[in-house]
Nanobody, 125 residues
Framework: QVQLVESGGGLVQAGGSLRLSCAAS????????MAWFRQALGRERDFVAS????????RYVDSVKGRFIISRDNAKNTVYLQMNSLKPEDTAVYYC??????????????????WGQGTQVTVSS
């Protein structure tokens, strides 16, 4: 099992930017696909973005394409989510997830094995 700790959340005005980080410990995540999900109040946890173990392949939900960028630094055992042009509808708790069983990306929540505690992102209008 790998421990994941998210950071970088906060309150930002619409149109602003935030950079989330997900620091992994306990095991190296260099062979795992990684992802970001988000959960708005009263709603289900939804896929945002994923990245393959090598970093060569990424996947995004349509609503964030062109605004969010997922990246990773395997030497630092860390995954990032750069969020630009933020909108009020991006407000949610953002969770980092690790897919220990495969290096390939997927948007399915059930395919991820380990989760962080989440970081709150609030976008004001």
């Amino acid at each position: 099992q790998v421990q994941l700790v998210e950071s970088g959340g906060g309150l930002v005005q619409a149109g602003g930017s935030l950079r989330l980080s997900c620091a992994a410990s306990g095991r190296t995540v260099s062979t795992y696909a990684m992802a970001w999900f988000r959960q708005a109040l009263g709603r289900e946890r939804d896929f945002v973005a994923s990245i393959s173990a090598s970093g060569s392949s990424t996947r995004y939900v349509d609503s964030v394409k062109g605004r969010f960028i997922i990246s990773r630094d395997n030497a630092k055992n860390t995954v990032y989510l750069q969020m630009n042009s933020l909108k009020p509808e991006d407000t949610a708790v953002y969770y980092c997830a690790a897919r220990r069983r495969s290096p390939f990306t997927t948007s399915l929540l059930s395919n991820y094995d380990d989760w962080g505690q989440g970081t709150q992102v609030t976008v004001s209008s």
